[in-house]
């Protein structure tokens, strides 16, 4: 089988930020659980107005604005947190042989200074902190091997304005985003959306 054929689509190196992958969770995870978190409100509103209590009332606002809030930091913790959440936010290339399977190479991180001089130009305060005490020497990161994802794991795949998203099964909610720019051409982005 000839590797570079035309079923198999090679991303350019990429990787993307922990809020898009947040993002992307919150819009799978809500209308999914969601309405669980409703209920409670909805109870305490329809009982203050009931009882024209507003202590119920106060109760509603409480958890609208106290613990919805915690949940969402549950989530973060549970979901984002993981070591499969490393998908996100490791530099990598993807290999996509629709079908068969995803292979996720990972890529050493860039540099922030490996560019030249745009730290030094850019005029940042931290900059100039950590050239006269540059703190202890960074040894070589390790990469994570390469990871295979087949077809056979993969539950749904979702199209959104920027990114290509494969719902992975599993216990927890995982996917891998996939920017369309990362893609060499962008009219692969129309050939998926129409197919």
Not at 22 to 49: H, T
Not at 121 to 142: F, I, Q, S, W
Request: proline residues 7%; glycine residues 6%; hydrophobic residues 40%.
């Amino acid at each position: 089988m000839n590797p570079t054929g035309p079923e198999i689509r090679v991303t350019k190196p990429f990787r993307t930020v922990s809020g898009d992958y947040f993002s992307v969770l919150l819009g799978a995870w809500i209308p999914r659980y969601g309405w669980l978190m409703q209920l409670p409100v909805a109870f305490f509103v329809a009982l203050g107005y009931m009882l024209q209590d507003e202590r119920w009332l106060i109760t509603a606002l409480i958890l609208t604005f106290i613990v919805a809030p915690m949940v969402m930091s549950f989530l973060y913790t549970y979901y984002m947190l993981t070591p499969e959440a490393r998908r996100t936010i490791l530099n990598k290339r993807v290999e996509i042989a629709e079908g068969k399977y995803i292979r996720l190479t990972y890529l050493p991180s860039e540099s922030r200074t490996s560019g030249g001089n745009e730290a030094e130009t850019a005029g940042d305060a931290t900059n100039d902190r950590d050239t006269n005490n540059p703190g202890p020497t960074r040894t070589a990161e390790t990469v994570p091997q390469p990871e295979t994802i087949y077809w056979n794991e993969i539950a749904k795949i979702k199209y959104t304005s920027r990114y290509c998203v494969y719902f992975i099964k599993g216990e927890k909610m995982q996917f891998l985003l996939i920017p369309w720019n990362a893609f060499p051409s962008h009219s692969q982005r129309d050939d998926a959306q129409t197919a």
